[in-house]
């Protein structure tokens, strides 16, 4: 059983940056990917980034966040951090780590399969 700790979340006026962090514990090997998805109100869950166990980078094909979301991993590998640069009002939304066995787990939105953190919300107004 994998516990997500999700953090880093606030409120930052638009153009700010804000990073978040997410700590594994347990059961290591069912979270070899790891990663963030985010939902705002009256939205579907949209996937944002995820890290694999050989440090690389997925991103989804969305221009306006190309280049402003950047995932890694600490050097413990059980935590990832996502750098979150020149945020805008459509960012706002609720962060929720994500973490899965291979990246067909984590791309899966289900709470049937993977592991999910409680989330850390993020706020971008002026």
């Known amino acids: 059983q994998v516990t997500l700790v999700d953090s880093g979340g606030g409120w930052v006026q638009p153009g700010g940056s804000l990073r978040l962090s997410c700590t594994a514990s347990?059961?290591?090997?069912?979270?070899?990917?790891m990663g963030w998805f985010r939902q705002a109100p009256g939205k579907a869950r949209e996937f944002v980034a995820a890290?694999?166990?050989?440090?690389?980078?997925?991103?989804p094909q969305e221009p306006s966040r190309r280049g402003r979301f950047i995932i890694s991993r600490g050097g413990t590998k059980n935590t990832v951090y996502l750098q979150m640069h020149d945020l805008r009002s459509e960012d706002t939304a609720m962060y929720l780590c994500?973490?899965?066995?291979?990246?067909?787990?984590?791309?899966?939105?289900?709470?049937?399969?993977?592991?999910w953190g409680q989330g850390t919300q993020v706020t971008v107004s002026s």
């Open positions: 890290i694999n166990e050989q440090d690389h980078t997925i991103y």
């Open positions: 994500r973490a899965g066995i291979n990246l067909t787990a984590f791309m899966t939105v289900s709470v049937e399969i993977g592991y």
């Open positions: 347990g059961g290591a090997s069912e979270a070899l990917v």
